[in-house]
């Protein structure tokens, strides 16, 4: 598998979780609200580790800031209903 292809299968895995994550009120405290995949934090992060790769593609480096700006509407409440995206 190229370095490419495994930078594009972590973010469809991170954007499957975003939709998760939109589908969850941003103050819920229900049982697994405090395990770290159910933070908005730990996704921001793992986007952020993809995007500072020092062999990061140009493609993937746009999606992941699209999938930054998703995260930061989920965290506001402005999540998208409509489930993945195909970038």
């Known amino acids: 598998m190229s370095v490419e292809a495994f930078q594009q299968q972590e973010l469809a895995h991170i954007e499957r979780m975003i939709v998760e994550l939109e589908r969850v009120p941003v103050h819920?405290?229900?049982v697994?609200?405090?395990n770290?995949?159910?933070?908005?934090?730990y996704w921001r992060q793992r986007i952020h580790a993809l995007m500072n790769s020092?062999?990061?593609a140009d493609s993937v480096a746009r999606q992941a800031s699209a999938l930054?700006?998703?995260l930061?509407?989920?965290s506001s409440g402005r999540g998208h209903a409509a489930g993945p995206r195909d970038f």
Do not use: F, I, N, S
Not at 36 to 41: A, D, F, G, L, S
């Open 28 to 30: 819920w405290h229900g």
């Open 32 to 34: 697994g609200a405090h």
């Open 36 to 41: 770290p995949v159910m933070q908005r934090e």
């Open 54 to 56: 020092p062999d990061v």
């Open 68 to 70: 930054l700006e998703r």
């Open 72 to 74: 930061a509407g989920a």
